[in-house]
């Protein structure tokens, strides 16, 4: 969405910015006293210095604060702290200063786990290091968090990639993972839900315009953004001269954002939230209706103890998919975690 981002195709007059995030997550071990709002937000704009990107907005519940970011969100809460960009951010870079922080003032000197994302790029070639391929990245992780796993899920130019701590069960490091989790007692309820839209309706897409919105909330309520999960307090931002990001929080600790490439050479959606239900079916059908793709990629993890620890099974049952064609879809159960990904596309009219 930052100016300095795009990408102009002299042959076709079409414009490019790369929607794709990158989406790292890293939970601390709880420590008495210790909590991760304590970083202050210019600590953070020197950490965000160095992801290439910056600090447009913020709201806060009492659990968790949100910024929205030129290029997307951060989230930030006593021992989870999850940022996701877009363009050509470098969000793994940033990695050892957060570290520094979480010790030095907010007092977590232990991670729990970690989790890194994303889907294939649209123009991976012009992604900076170590973000210009998937083998880099782990490089990088693993001199931070030791020997962690990667996945690689879906086919090639629609595949989903997964760094973590976290071996597939059925492994000797899993059962030992567990044993270890259980004598602490550290594990808790956590569920996510991500939907990573392309090929995106170009009239919904239009609305994410200052051509067609005078600003983001006429956006926000225009698309039927504010009706996906109700009763979040929204923090919303439509650029110039087109591009929208949206920040939602719940007074639980809940939230969900969203993400938009408007432009038709390269549009793009994400969804992301980890509000607790047994059923993702309407969540998804909302967000299905308010953007029309025509292909997306979805993810769901949940603990065993989540309210959806179901749902990574439930997905062929729900009414919110009919209209697509699963493609691809693959299920694994790791160590304290389910998850599930499939990659959806609609079918021809």
């Known amino acids: 969405m930052a100016e300095t981002e795009i990408i102009s195709n002299s042959e076709s007059n079409d414009q490019f910015f790369e929607g794709v995030e990158k989406l790292i997550e890293i939970w601390f071990t709880p420590a008495k006293n210790a909590d991760l709002r304590k970083i202050t937000r210019q600590q953070w704009e020197n950490v965000l210095k160095i992801v290439r990107c910056e600090i447009i907005s913020f709201t806060q519940s009492e659990q968790v604060d ?20 877009c363009g050509t951010t470098t969000p793994l870079r940033c990695v050892r200063a957060v570290l520094a922080l979480a010790q030095d003032v907010a007092g977590h000197s232990c991670v729990h786990n970690v989790f890194y994302s994303r889907r294939e790029f649209a123009r991976p070639e012009v992604q900076l290091k170590p973000h210009d391929n ?42 030992e993972k567990e044993q270890q989790e259980a004598e602490s007692g550290r594990g808790e309820p956590d569920q996510t839900i991500e939907i990573l839209m392309s090929d995106l309706d170009p009239q919904v897409m239009d609305i994410f315009t200052r051509e067609h919105s005078h600003d983001a909330a006429y956006a926000t309520k225009e698309s039927g ?12 931002f439509l650029f110039d001269p087109c591009g929208y990001s949206m920040n939602g929080v719940a007074k639980d600790g809940c939230y969900m954002t969203i993400h938009i490439t408007p432009e038709r050479a390269c549009s793009y959606v994400s969804f992301e939230s980890n509000v607790p239900v047994s059923s993702y079916d309407e969540v998804i059908a909302r967000v299905l209706a308010a953007f029309r793709p025509a292909k997306f990629v979805l993810t769901i993890f949940a603990t065993p103890d989540s309210p959806a620890a179901d749902a990574c099974r439930q997905l062929r049952k729900y009414r919110s998919l009919s ?19 499939a990659l959806y596309c609609k079918f021809p009219s």
């Open 66 to 85: 949100a910024y929205v970011l030129s290029e997307s969100s951060m989230f930030v809460s006593r021992r989870r702290w999850i940022l996701k960009t």
């Open 134 to 175: 998937f083998d880099s990245e782990v490089k990088l992780l693993d001199s931070f968090f030791g020997d962690g796993r990667a996945y690689i899920m879906g086919p090639e130019k629609d595949c989903w990639y997964l760094y973590t701590l976290l071996p597939l069960e059925g492994t000797v490091a899993a059962v």
């Open 323 to 341: 209209a697509y064609e699963e493609q691809e879809a693959q299920y694994c159960r790791f160590s304290g975690y389910e998850l599930q990904y």
């Open 225 to 236: 953004i504010d009706k996906i999960l109700p009763g979040m307090v929204i923090d919303d």
